[in-house]
């Protein structure tokens, strides 16, 4: 971050804030200082500054940056996304632009994805997919005709199939963590929607019935029905100092990372080491489920599509749960149940 130029300023309000600028005289930097949101900025800076050698792959990278499909990404994606462009840049920008034609390109980019992958399996895969789409980008736009990274498959192979919260994880996520976090807990656990989405919801959104949103991610509009146990909460967090719903223990919206950094915190000293914020939307689609929802009613609620919440009941969650099948049999035994007397 060398060569970086700052400037106090004092608000009307009489507080203090530095402002910060890629160089002295450069653009102002967007975010907190170290954010990614800041990074990403620092590097948008530099790439237009300095114009980089046409006939190398870092032209290629450049370019994409400009584009739509980078800049509609977004602000979280976009900034993972420069993170391994950063890195795609020191390791292959020099790279001549023909060389991605060779036959042997194809294989020397594999075993770079394997040398990432025995640090991580995840990265090394989104690494690929990010080189990909710069390809993919520059491929569409006739700059190359050859894009190597095309249908590379994946490395990583996880699953979350036991990924689930139960009653009792939740019932210790409750008993241990602050009041701050039990309102997002049970928002995720009964409308199913996305972290960001939830940290982003207003006051406005709810109006005492059902919270209304818009999901950034699909663009999907999503009418929610609240339920008892959520509306005593909603009904209950007063004063209402922010015009967003979910704030921290000093009254101020959640910010992606503290909230993060809070939650598996919290999540840790409870003992549910392995579970994610991200499993709630799981959850709520399998808890929809038993208690006898059909496919269409949770993909309303969720904002999922149908084939979403199928492949969700299908391959992750409802075929390990215990509580089916115990259900199941209780159907069939009320089915072929003997009469007495």
């Known amino acids: 971050m060398t060569g970086l130029h700052y400037a106090p300023r004092k608000l009307a309000d009489g507080t203090k804030r530095d402002y910060w600028y890629a160089w002295r005289g450069g653009p102002r930097l967007k975010g907190e200082f170290g954010s990614p949101e800041f990074i990403a900025s620092i590097t948008a800076a530099v790439a237009s500054r300095i114009a980089p050698p046409e006939g190398q792959l870092i032209a290629l990278i450049h370019a994409y940056q400009k584009t739509q499909d980078f800049l509609r990404l977004r602000d979280r994606t976009r900034s993972n996304y420069v993170k391994l462009i950063v890195k795609i840049e020191r390791r292959w920008g020099d790279m001549p632009i023909k060389a991605l034609a060779h036959p042997q390109t194809r294989g020397i980019l594999l075993d770079w994805r394997d040398e990432l992958a025995t640090a991580s399996k995840r990265q090394a895969d989104y690494a690929w997919v990010v080189l990909s789409k710069i390809l993919s980008v520059a491929k569409d736009r006739g700059r190359i005709t050859v894009n190597p990274c095309e249908r590379g498959g994946r490395v990583y192979h996880g699953t979350r199939v036991d990924s689930v919260w139960s009653e009792d994880d939740e019932a210790a996520f409750l008993k241990t963590a602050s009041q701050q976090l039990h309102l997002p807990l049970v928002m995720a656990l009964w409308t199913g929607q996305r972290q960001g989405d939830l940290l982003r919801l207003t006051w406005s959104a709810y109006d005492g019935e059902s919270i209304r949103l818009k999901q950034s991610k699909t663009?999907?509009?999503?009418?929610?029905?609240?339920?008892?146990?959520?509306?005593?909460?909603?009904?209950?967090?007063?004063?209402?100092?922010?015009?967003?719903?979910?704030?921290?223990?000093?009254?101020?919206?959640?910010?992606?990372?503290?909230?993060?950094?809070?939650?598996?915190?919290?999540?840790?000293?409870?003992?549910?080491?392995?579970?994610?914020?991200?499993?709630?939307?799981?959850?709520?689609?399998?808890?929809?489920?038993?208690?006898?929802?059909?496919?269409?009613?949770?993909?309303?609620?969720?904002?999922?599509?149908?084939?979403?919440?199928?492949?969700?009941?299908?391959?992750?969650?409802?075929?390990?749960?215990?509580?089916?099948?115990?259900?199941?049999?209780?159907k069939l035994e009320m089915r072929y149940a003997k009469p007495t007397g």
């Open 219 to 330: 663009g999907e509009r999503v009418t929610v029905l609240v339920g008892a146990p959520l509306k005593v909460m909603l009904d209950a967090a007063t004063p209402r100092r922010s015009p967003i719903i979910l704030v921290n223990s000093d009254g101020r919206p959640w910010t992606p990372d503290g909230f993060r950094a809070s939650f598996f915190k919290a999540r840790d000293a409870a003992g549910l080491k392995g579970l994610t914020f991200n499993d709630l939307r799981g959850t709520a689609v399998t808890r929809l489920a038993l208690v006898g929802c059909t496919e269409a009613q949770i993909a309303t609620v969720t904002g999922h599509s149908l084939s979403d919440v199928r492949s969700i009941l299908d391959a992750h969650y409802l075929h390990r749960d215990p509580e089916l099948a115990r259900d199941a049999i209780h």
